[in-house]
Antibody
Framework: QVQLVESGGGVVQPGGSLRLSCAAS????????MHWVRQAPGKGLEWVAVISYDGSNKYYADSLKGRFTISRDNSKNTLYLQMNSLRAEDTAVYYCGKDTGITMLRGAFDYWGQGTLVTVSS | NFMLTQPHSVSESPGKTVTISCTRS????????VQWYQQRPGSSPTTVIY?????PSGVPDRFSGSIDISSNSASLTISGLKTEDEADYYC????????FGGGTKLTVL
């Protein structure tokens, strides 16, 4: 069965960096696009970024202003999110999600991970 | 970019049917797929409808999705309501950037 397991969250000071990982199993990772979505405490879901199946296309939420970078390693079945210049407002649970499209982005999620909490605080 | 607007909350009794709307602010609702996600308290989201009307395996057919071009909106309908359906529901679409609705809290009482 499909499993997505995020890791790498924790407490970081404002201005710091963190790299999240999402380990995938149960499907052919290299043929599906992948997304990151976040949820601030008590708030709704916010789309963060997406990467195509081969890593050639990446798109980000405008609000991130170039601070985050999505990447993937298909040999390791792992998705990443590098987060730099972190701010208090980046505090959230970060989820990875699998796109439904095979070798194309459809922007629809069919599976989600359990999330990893990032807290930006001094 | 467009926005998706959902009612903040809805409530209905067990066994009844409820419909949650999701209105697109600009552009044609049918231009991009609409998804619906369920999030129970303390849990990660799960997909109940993807690509407008498809149900993932394991999601009961009490859940259905539809698109209404005339109102530029999508709807999630849950029939035969159960107390376990009580959750937050989010609509979502994508046009090169992902967009989520603000979420609707469903209370089954």
């Amino acid at each position: 069965q499909v499993q997505l397991v995020e890791s790498g969250g924790g407490v970081v000071q404002p201005g710091g960096s963190l790299r999240l990982s999402c380990a995938a199993s149960g499907f052919t990772f290299s043929t599906f696009g992948m997304h990151w979505v976040r949820q601030a405490p008590g708030k709704g879901l916010e789309w963060v970024a997406v990467i195509s199946y081969d890593g050639s296309n990446k798109y980000y939420a405008d609000s991130l202003k170039g601070r985050f970078t999505i990447s993937r390693d298909n040999s390791k079945n792992t998705l990443y999110l590098q987060m730099n210049s972190l701010r208090a407002e980046d505090t959230a649970v970060y989820y990875c999600g699998k796109d439904t499209g095979i070798t194309m982005l459809r922007g629809a999620f069919d599976y989600w991970g359990q999330g990893t909490l990032v807290t930006v605080s001094s | 970019n467009f926005m998706l607007t959902q009612p903040h909350s809805v409530s209905e009794s067990p066994g009844k049917t409820v419909t949650i709307s999701c209105t697109r602010s600009s552009g044609n609702i049918a231009s991009n797929y609409v998804q619906w996600y369920q999030q129970r308290p303390g849990s990660s989201p799960t997909t109940v409808i993807y690509e407008d009307h498809h149900r993932p395996s394991g999601v009961p057919d009490r859940f259905s999705g539809s698109i209404d071009i005339s109102s530029n909106s999508a709807s999630l309908t849950i029939s035969g309501l159960k107390t376990e359906d009580e959750a937050d529901y989010y609509c979502q679409s994508y046009d090169g950037r992902g967009v989520f609705g603000g979420g609707t809290k469903l209370t089954v009482l």
